[in-house]
């Protein structure tokens, strides 16, 4: 059934609010939540892949007229590395969350994010999007302050009141939108839009749309809130959010600007590729300057939007497909990085560098973990960051946009500078005296659950041709969107 990576989440959210402040029952719930969420997601992909795009009209009322979910080749492949980074995360949370934020509800505030993540991934049209997006935000809100500390909340100011313009911009492109064409259905609108006498109105509206989903996948010059904001939060939440928020963005923004905005292409897209530049270099240079890891990390997310969004200006299948495979890769690479921080403060009772040391003599197996996805950000070979990095630098260079293709080049050797700079200070060098508040023990949760999401990201590089194969699948079913419009429309 299309609805049940909606209706998972939500059952789980209220039976674990049913078991509030029973820590125990609630992360045995958790378990089997997010467990199942994965098996699903998983049929999904198969029965998406074997049988086709797979569609459900909410209350029986047909396209355009009532609620549409629908999985494609690209919304089954999201589904499924966010149902993984789902379950790692509950993983990692059992040791890593403290027993305060356990029992006020955060398996049930993960759930209903998951909840609006998922929505946002299957929904059929404009509004519906608007509203997954309002429910993971709200989810998301009480995460980011959760436990109430003064920079939590410092953090989270700034994080809702960005948020909250970027709804409102989004709002009102959905009302200049159905005033245009009468319908908010992403098949019909692909249908209505190249109709309309006046293109222009159309591209303003895109424009709308390309800020609204900017600020909330933080492209330049939008991105100021993401690294005041995500490091104020327990390590396990800013690597949920890494994983997930920023991509549900992207995601949006692919989707409209392959169905829908597809009229001024040398306009809006070359907008988009200038903007993925700016993104990448601000991103890199910000990382560059920063001793805090999870700040350092933070501004990484930005970066590696930059990259997303160069696949989407390029607009070739090629380019596409490289960011499919990019988004996923970054999921796993990225989420992997914050939940070794999380481990590196365990074990160093500290974020910042300058006082950190000596890790490779303490914890090599550590070391190794933090080697292969901080290699595979900056694209070393045979990693799956190198392929990803790959695919979008042959689709710049054959579609001769030498720029873009430099720039990202140059900012790939920046990332494998921040990443040196991780290196050398936490791993090689001798901390010169013991921290004053030593760390705690490292739970074997956090280990395995790292080491788990450590060896799928290697594997996901080991693997690229079939996984390439799947989202070149996607990439195709993108830019031929008929028979997306077909099956929803039921013709």
């Known amino acids: 059934m299309t609805a049940t990576p909606i209706l998972i989440p939500l059952t789980f959210a209220i039976l674990c609010l049913i078991a509030w402040q029973r820590s125990a029952i609630q992360h045995v719930l958790g378990f089997i939540g997010s467990g199942l969420l994965l098996f699903d997601s998983i049929y999904l992909l198969n029965k998406v892949y074997f049988s086709g795009i797979q569609t459900t009209q909410i209350g029986g009322w047909p396209a355009p007229f009532g609620i549409s979910l629908v999985i494609d080749q690209f919304s089954a492949l999201i589904l499924v590395a966010a149902a993984f980074i789902a379950l790692v995360i509950v993983a990692y949370a059992k040791a890593a969350i403290d027993p305060a934020r356990l029992r006020y509800g955060f398996h049930p505030l993960f759930f209903l994010l998951i909840m609006g993540v998922n929505g946002a991934f299957i929904t059929g049209d404009l509004f519906n999007l608007y509203v997954w997006f309002e429910v993971l935000l709200m989810a998301s809100f009480v995460l980011i302050a ?23 911009l989004f709002l009102s ?110 991103g890199v240079l910000g990382a560059a300057a920063q001793t805090d890891i999870r700040r350092l990390l933070s501004f990484h997310i930005i970066s590696q939007i930059g990259y997303l969004l160069m696949g989407l200006g390029l607009f070739t299948p090629g380019s596409l497909s490289a960011t499919i495979y990019f988004m996923i890769h970054i999921m796993l690479a990225k989420t992997a990085l914050f939940l070794i921080a999380g481990i590196m403060q365990r074990v160093l009772g500290s974020f910042d560098l300058k006082k950190m040391g000596s890790l490779y003599q303490k914890r090599v197996w550590l070391s190794i973990l933090f080697l292969i996805p901080a290699l ?17 630098i042959i689709s710049g260079l054959e579609t001769n946009h030498w720029l873009i293709t430099i720039t990202a080049l140059a900012v790939s050797f920046m990332t ?76």
């Open 376 to 392: 595979s950000l900056a694209g070393l070979p045979p990693l799956s960051g190198f392929f990803a990095k790959l695919g979008l």
């Open 416 to 491: 494998l500078y921040s990443m040196t700079k991780v290196w050398n200070e936490a791993f090689l060098k001798n901390s010169e005296k013991p921290l004053r508040n030593p760390g705690k023990k490292v739970s074997r949760w956090m280990v395995f659950s790292t080491i788990c999401l450590v060896f799928i990201s290697l594997l996901f590089g080991f693997l690229v041709e079939p996984i390439s194969q799947l989202t070149l699948s996607a990439a195709n079913q993108l830019l031929n969107p008929e028979i997306y419009i077909g099956v929803v429309l039921g013709e």
């Open 146 to 168: 959760y436990g109430g500390e003064r920079p939590q909340i410092e953090g989270a100011m700034k994080y809702v009141m960005i948020n909250l313009l970027s709804s409102t």
């Open 173 to 282: 492109a959905i009302g200049l939108t159905y005033s245009l064409t009468g319908t908010l259905n992403f098949a019909h609108l692909s249908r209505i839009i190249p109709t309309i006498q006046n293109p222009h109105q159309i591209t303003v509206v895109a424009i709308l749309f390309l800020i609204a989903f900017g600020i909330k996948s933080a492209v330049f010059p939008l991105f100021f809130w993401l690294p005041a904001s995500y490091h104020t939060a327990p390590v396990t939440i800013t690597a949920l959010f890494s994983a997930l928020l920023t991509k549900v963005g992207v995601y949006a923004l692919i989707r409209v600007f392959t169905m829908l905005f597809v009229n001024d292409i040398a306009y809006t897209h070359t907008i988009i590729l200038v903007i993925s530049g700016f993104t990448m270099v601000t």
